[in-house]
């Protein structure tokens, strides 16, 4: 046995356990008894502690290096990038550091809860400067002397440097506030959705359109959890959405989100399975698969038309008179604090103000007490009103708690990535709208699976896109869609 | 840190991985994608190899012989008895002989179901050789030179020794027989249920009978699987079901013979969680709890006559006159060739033939590939009328064909400690018939739970039983039982 397959049987078995490990969280937020919430930390703890003994392994140092000259193709090669890159990552984090973030963040994701509900910031910020200086700390021992943010954002988006996203988005900014400003000038004139949507009737619906949108069911499986979420690779690839009785958009662009997620993993060449190959590539290659699948695909006027029937055949008559103003519905803009409402517009924004901020707080520009008095002031400028309370600010969402930073810019890295891959996915099946109009998707989803999705982790992102596109990536065609889009749906 | 402390902290990791590795069973038989079999195989096969590596490692012999001096109570010696056993057996076990025995098993769990289905034993005989061999192998390297049948039996049963259970098993065969011949004289005259029964409203009744067996829903679900089992434990003890359309009582009596298991793991002391008197101390002693949830609480005449009213506001009018008819619906005796199927007399006679004839096949006095004759034969003298094919035979249960030896014998040990059980629980609670009448189960699970359940793995099997019943256990009780329930029902 080559050290190379040595070590490849070793990765694998981690791969396999650590999909194991992934399973308890869609278990947790799904089935499980709901007093089982102490015992299942103690068994993620230990899954946990597994999969850190097995990633530093001394053993992968000696496979590695005896395996670089047995890699004799391409694919062998990104196998040993992504095993020499993960176990590089381990080794610098010492095991004291690492565990002390996994218990702060898990005391941060407590006190953050209860700081939210109470609407109380003042009380959390000291919890979070505790977390924001771990994570300085872990990324400063991954910089090894490099940049600290671009440190934690590899961890995300292997390869991005905040340098190049600081282009991208402040030529997105300006345009997105503009575009928004405009087309809020036109608001309040929309049609709304009356009427009660049984929950058993929308979760009918969402599971129609995962096979629709090409999710594999034989290989998921579609369950409500609070917060939906894709889990898995390779053969198991789990979903879950949610409903609201009032807001049957909720459950549909959930799914139609979260089957972009699982449609990426089930796409993955099957002879990357169990290896580091085997999972989509980066957080914002996996964004741009969810967003275009929800937005570019699943709101635009052809697919809403067949929406349309769709939703009337299973609702009966909700208020809405034809297509057209279904299509305005769907894509309406207005008014709110929380990102995860947002629209296709205003969403971005949202990512962009986060971006900057938690830059600021991992330099040290900003210190964790005065992110309320920043957050507040960076909202007004861009959305034009005033955040009354932290829960419609600062506080609404999770990720920093639980130390995640350098992730939010992966969803604005997503949808530009989206626009780029939607963009050549117009010019390489020129008669889309007639399909999507009749409900398919084949063509679409086809195309995706082709360009992007089979190849999993062989390519670098931008690499693959590029390869995708036929061009480096921009936020050029994503601005171009979002103008056109909206002017048309909120003219001047 | 004292090594005593190091090596519970040790245990502690393991026990949740090990309750991990057990949700993944859970998983499979419930919800999880058909597609996913291939890679569910190498996840579990990961969890297994993670297992097996840590009941081998090195320093537990280390802790534990330093741990020795510092166990200062009754508790900690028993959990250094159960991991210096369960340590030595696995130290014992060559990893190749592990491996290749859990290849075999896999490999002939296939060819069993095929063999099976196509009433062909003679195919199947020799991939049953090969797993007996290894068995007979492990055996001989756990018995380091004792009784093999006993080395393998004692996985299942801490303690026990076949000369034992000859003894109380030869007392009960020759009773067992008569009381079926008496009995199946008189048979024919029996009500019968008619009409069907929604599964839905069957599902609705299993979960108001667990509950009020006792099963903690908050730390439990119920589902539905082919076969019914109950998995995991501490706080998280899951059960499962099935629906017959026709045959409620299969639904019924599945979800309160697994409600038995699920209680015992519930009541566990909490403080001996993930630890290894936090499980069930026995495969008998677990039976017995089940069986005697089943059969002697769910299947007497007080509570079958509170069931009666229950199934009546359930399914309306199925044809059976009043509850006395119900209480013989319930436990009609007929001829039948398959265990699982069998009721409270001829259950046990199934399990003596497969006893009998195991042991001959570990011996050496039985060879494979004359099982189906020898099996034909003791079924003829037992039970009076010819076995026609395989699968009514010697194909019907998959546990040889997985490695499965010396568990059969503790299916009946556990109804014998079940009669022991039942006749200190009438004393202990004179009035247990009035409470059953109505429904109420908390005289008898609180009388289990503090007697037995509550104590995990802190005793042996055989002391436990004693300690609670005051005396050791015998087949007099469960016979005693037998007779006098069946010979009333069936009167000469």
């Not at 694998?12 to 869609?26: F, H, I, N, P």
């Not at 990038?81 to 994701?109: E, K, N, S």
């Not at 928004?180 to 058993?200: D, I, K, M, T, V």
Request: hydrophobic residues 40%; charged residues 25%.
């Amino acid at each position: 046995m080559t050290s190379f397959a040595e070590l490849m049987a070793f990765q694998r078995e981690t791969e396999a356990l650590s999909q194991v490990a992934g399973r308890l969280g869609w278990d947790q937020e799904t089935v499980m008894p709901r007093g089982a919430a102490a015992q299942r930390a103690e068994e993620s703890g230990a899954m946990q502690s597994v999969l850190h003994a097995r990633r530093i392994d001394p053993r992968i140092g000696e496979w590695l290096e005896a395996a670089e000259a047995e890699a004799v193709d391409d694919t062998a090669r990104a196998q040993l990038r992504h095993i020499r890159r993960d176990h590089a990552r381990a080794m610098r984090v010492p095991g004291d550091l690492a565990a002390a973030i996994a218990r702060q963040a898990a005391l941060a994701q407590g006190q953050w809860a209860e700081a939210r509900a109470a609407d109380d910031f003042a009380t959390f910020a000291p919890v979070l400067a505790e977390i924001i200086a771990l994570k300085r700390e872990e990324g400063a021992a991954l910089a090894a002397g490099g940049d600290i943010y671009d440190a934690l954002l590899d961890d995300y988006e292997p390869g991005a440097k905040a340098t190049d996203l600081d282009a991208m988005f402040s030529a997105l900014r300006p345009r997105l506030v503009a575009l928004r400003e405009q087309a809020l000038q036109q608001a309040g004139r929309r049609a709304a959705l009356e009427g009660r949507f049984a929950p058993n009737k929308q979760m009918k619906l969402a599971r129609k359109l995962a096979k629709t949108f090409g999710y594999d069911m034989a290989r998921g499986r579609l369950d409500k959890a609070v917060h939906p979420f894709s889990s898995g690779s390779g053969s198991d690839v789990r979903i879950t959405t949610r409903t609201s009785e009032s807001d049957p958009f909720n459950c549909i662009y959930s799914t139609i989100h979260e089957v972009g997620h699982a449609c990426y993993e089930q796409a993955i060449d099957p002879t990357y399975a169990l290896t580091p190959l085997g999972r989509g590539v980066s957080m914002g290659v996996h964004e741009s698969q969810s967003r275009i699948y929800e937005n570019q695909l699943g709101r635009s006027r052809a697919l809403t038309g067949w929406l349309y029937t769709e939703m009337r055949y299973a609702f009966g008559d909700f208020g809405v008179a034809d297509a057209d103003a279904f299509y305005g519905v769907v894509n309406a803009l207005g008014r709110g604090f929380i990102r995860t409402e947002a629209d296709e517009v205003q969403y971005n924004l949202h990512v962009l103000l986060r971006y900057d901020l938690e830059r600021a707080l991992i330099s040290g520009d900003l210190q964790a007490r005065d992110l309320e008095a920043a957050w507040n002031d960076r909202f007004a400028a861009d959305f034009g009103y005033p955040v009354a309370r932290p829960s419609d600010g600062c506080l609404q969402d999770v990720h920093w708690s639980v130390g995640l930073f350098g992730y939010f810019p992966t969803y604005t890295l997503g949808n530009v990535y989206a626009g780029c891959l939607h963009e050549a996915l117009r010019v390489a099946v020129p008669d889309l709208d007639a399909h999507l109009s009749q409900g398919r998707l084949d063509p679409a989803t086809e195309w995706l699976r082709e360009n992007v999705q089979r190849y999993g982790g062989l390519m670098q992102p931008r690499d693959l896109i590029t390869q995708a596109t036929g061009a480096a990536p921009t936020e050029a065609p994503l601005l171009a869609y979002l103008e056109q889009k909206f002017g048309e749906l909120y003219p001047a």
